[in-house]
């Protein structure tokens, strides 16, 4: 849960600052939730130093208040997203609470109005949405309007959906997990295996919200790295290392003909690929590993000339990390292809 906490950071961060890096957000390859038609709503963004509170810590109640109330705000914009309050108001304008709450399904046949009314009392109190109290209605706070209109909403409710329902189940254990230093809060998920990743299969629905939110994430970043690798653009055989969904598999090998990726995950999730890259028309060139490069052993030196690690260094502890390497090492010659874009995406040939 510490690692996944990790990884949402860097994905804020990313979504926040991806609009300096990338030069064509909708060079997406293939399945990311959305596209985003201006990409300056990323850098209208605060930088992540300049919250309330600042470099000096928080000076009154209410920041306070807002940290320990966290939880509640987390479950507010989850429900604003999944009952659609925000699509309704960004659709229509200004609504009074009457509307509202026969959009959203919440009129009940007893005529009590409790759920619409905490929903709204919610929303508006953490800013999410603005009463206008002379004509008693209520609107989109400005951040979340622009999302719609730039396109950026889909990526950002993937994002709730991963915070609010995946990984807050785990939170609960996050003092246990620093006490024991392990992922204490991987017991609220059914199955035997030690990573979440392979736990999510058993649980409807949760592989899905996962993958819709790293899909989101992929498309962002993968063009910056196919925009400027040397490596991408002059590797044969590329092994794409914990390749997730295949976003940035197909995303490299339409960009780059010379390229025939292997994709390595899981067992419990080649399926996902699979689609993808059969949907793609790419069975030809992406070919698929099921097993575990923690525990199976690496493929053969010299069978790749190129590794890829996307978003894998975000999720790690340095240990994992530092085997891992040591491995890639073993099969082939290191070169990093680093700069502002790679940050979180490795290749080495
Ligand atoms: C954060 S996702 C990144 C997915 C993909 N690289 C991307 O950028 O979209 C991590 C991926 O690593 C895979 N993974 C985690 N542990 C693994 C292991 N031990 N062996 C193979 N794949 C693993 C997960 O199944 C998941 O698809």
Redesign the pocket.
Known sequence: MVRLSA?AVCLVELLVHASSYCTAFDDAGCSGQSVVRDSSIWKAAPDKYDQPGGPEGLTTMTQLNNIIMGHAATQIILAGSQLGLFEFLHENGPQTKGTIEEALGLKRSDGSTRPIEVLLLGSTSIGLTVLDKREKTYRNCEIIDRLFTTGGWRSIADLIDLEAIIKYKGEFHFVESLRKDTNVGLQEWPGAAD?L??RLPQTPGAQKI??DL??S??AF??PCLSNTSKVAATSFKLL?????????AIHLAKKFQQLSITL???H??IE?PMNHITKAGLKGRISLLA??????PFPEAGSHDAV?????A??WSKSVLLMIFKLLVRMCHIRLDYNGCTL??TVCV
């Open positions: 990884f990573n990743y392979s996962f993958y790293m899909n994430f992929t970043s993968i794409d290392v914990g390749g997730g969904a295949a976003v940035a390595w995950d899981q419990e999730t996902i097993g575990s490069f923690i525990t199976d890829l690690l996307s978003h894998q975000v999720i979180f995406q």
